[in-house]
């Protein structure tokens, strides 16, 4: 099993914001939107149980709640569940999306939104999604968020950061879906291509598969845009997003997919 107390000290709590990732930026914006869009389409209309798993610190629990679900948030950082738990509207404890304590079949929805980027051993992320599927009703929906193995290529080559001298991490993140540890930027993190999030999904027993690009290819834009420009630029944005969202050829132009499947 993959040691999380690392990761959680030296990035999420020392070097990485979660609160406001999805407002900060234009990006994050984008993100946000379009990942709230993708769960309205798929989720059970309310009341139904949502889990959700790697919460951080109730971004999504909070509007899920506000939309009428009922709402437990599981992380494995205890001042993200500390925070989370203080918003009110929705539960929160700590935990692991490996080793989860909640019953089997006890909710319609679980979401692992962050969980399966950061296990980096594909064993740990197939029993991420087999708890998932047990802790989840028969004809449950899992979803579950992958970053791109395209995306620190994209991002670094729109920025002006791509240069000779760190290609190499860029290329070989994108031949093996490993991201090492970089104090300028993310922390150890598992890439994905498409196919790839699918057989993880079919490996963990799940089915009615389906993968969609989030933020379509004007990520980068607005990823460098400045805030203030973020509002002229985002419905555009979205209309991309959507438009490409399941085409083969332009998915991966997405920084994060999101993933579908069934218990």
Known sequence: MVELDPLIRGFYWDRYREDDRLVRSGHGQLEFVRTQELLRRYLPVPPATVLDVGGATGVHAKWLAADGYSVHLVDPVVEHVEKAAAVGGFSASVGDARRLSQASDSVGVTLLLGPLYHLVELDDRVQALREA????????LIVAAGISRYAGLLEYGCNGGLTDDN???FTNAFATGRNHDDPEGFTNAHFH???????????????????LGVEGPAAPVLHNAALEDAGRLLPSAVRLARVVERDPRMMSASFHFLAFGRV
């Open 193 to 211: 291509h498409v196919d790839e999030l699918c057989g993880e999904f079919e490996s963990a027993g799940l089915r009615d598969i389906e993968v």
């Open 133 to 140: 599927g047990r802790a989840t009703r028969p004809g449950g």
């Open 167 to 169: 290609l190499r991490l």
